[in-house]
């Protein structure tokens, strides 16, 4: 989760990551404009990008999750996914069992 710190005229200052929500910090979502203007203007590119790497391994999840509802409801067959997606599939199904993390990530999601 980001946080964002303002100032007296409402403008982001600084920009946190994870921990909890702390007197004077702001949740905020990797899309908000503001965020994205303020990284840019700050030559904060190197940071977008780790934070586009962040966001890629959320929505590896997102897409794994939304493929299993696909197939429960029968929209598609597991057998019709190419050779190679489903060994990726079921290699990470085996992962998660064995972290015990299988539930659907909702509130996971940017």
């Not at 929500?21 to 965020?35: I, N």
């Not at 190679?84 to 659907?104: P, S």
């Amino acid at each position: 989760m980001l946080y964002v710190e303002r100032d007296t005229k409402g403008g982001i200052v600084a920009i946190r990551s994870g921990g909890e929500q702390e007197p004077g910090r702001e949740p905020v979502s990797l899309l908000d404009e503001e965020v994205l203007a303020f990284l840019q203007s700050s030559g904060e590119i190197e940071l977008l990008g780790q934070l586009l790497m962040h966001s890629d391994a959320s929505m590896v999840r997102v897409l794994e999750d939304l493929i299993d509802l696909l197939i429960s409801k029968k929209v598609i067959l597991f057998t019709e996914l190419p050779p190679e997606a489903q060994a990726k599939i079921q290699n990470r199904k085996r992962l998660r069992a064995k972290i015990g993390n299988d539930h659907l990530m909702v509130d996971d999601i940017l």
